[in-house]
T-cell receptor, first 113, second 112 residues
Framework: DAEITQSPRHKITETGRQVTLACHQT?????MFWYRQDLGHGLRLIHY???????NKGEVSDGYSVSRSNTEDLPLTLESAASSQTSVYFC????????????FGPGTRLTVL | GENVEQHPSTLSVQEGDSAVIKCTYS??????FPWYKQELGKRPQLIID?????GEKKDQRIAVTLNKTAKHFSLHITETQPEDSAVYFC???????????FGSGTKLNVKP
């Protein structure tokens, strides 16, 4: 069955380290998104992509970057991890522009010490 | 970007009662209005959605109503059950066709 996966599911790292969170989907969806979820804030959009080689900043993009070299993957990189980036990160995907349903991955819990 | 507010932030009801959660948004160009359910430790999942050309949509015990003039839409759950206990998010699609702005969530507790 088609699905969307994230790895690792849990990660503990130290301030200043570079961290990459993986997101992989097998639906062949063009659109992919990264959100962070913190208590009291719901889900906030970090970066999104509409297709290969396309990336765009969301509302909380500072300190994060993404790259889209193929349809299936959108890795999220924290250039220099900060304690404020301790959060749960969700990846999501949806079909072509105009298709509405977002499918979420299982999430990655990141702790920055 | 879109300004989205959800009310109430927490809601506690007795099993069998109805629950209503309201979402207000700011972008008059919004045209798609979904509700997501997130159980503890799980991913958000779409439970119902409505588009701007429809005023109400129902799926068994859940329904969504839309008032585009007032810029709000609501989730209605009837005959609540303990398994309805979760956090519910609205996520109207704003001016950017593929960007969704999530509300801060409503924690629903259904007491048996």
């Amino acid at each position: 069955d088609a699905e969307i996966t994230q790895s690792p599911r849990h990660k503990i790292t130290e301030t200043g380290r570079q961290v990459t969170l993986a997101c992989h989907q097998t639906w062949n969806h063009n659109n992919m998104f990264w959100y962070r979820q913190d208590l009291g804030h719901g889900l906030r959009l970090i970066h999104y992509s509409y297709g290969v080689q396309d990336t765009n900043k969301g509302e909380v993009s500072d300190g994060y970057s993404v790259s889209r070299s193929n349809t299936e993957d959108l890795p999220l990189t924290l250039e220099s991890a900060a304690s404020s980036q301790t959060s749960v990160y969700f990846c999501a995907s949806s079909e072509l522009a105009g298709s509405d349903t977002q499918y979420f991955g299982p999430g990655t819990r990141l702790t920055v010490l | 970007g879109e300004n989205v507010e959800q009310h109430p932030s927490t809601l506690s009801v007795q099993e069998g009662d109805s629950a209503v959660i309201k979402c207000t948004y700011s972008d008059s160009a919004s045209n798609y209005f979904p509700w997501y359910k997130q159980e503890l430790g799980k991913r958000p999942q779409l439970i119902i959605d409505i588009r701007s050309n429809v005023g109400e949509k129902k799926d068994q015990r859940i329904a969504v109503t839309l008032n585009k003039t007032a810029k709000h839409f609501s989730l209605h759950i009837t005959e609540t059950q303990p398994e309805d206990s979760a956090v519910y998010f609205c996520a109207p699609r704003g001016y950017n066709f593929n960007k969704f702005y999530f509300g801060s969530g409503t924690k629903l507790n259904v007491k048996p």
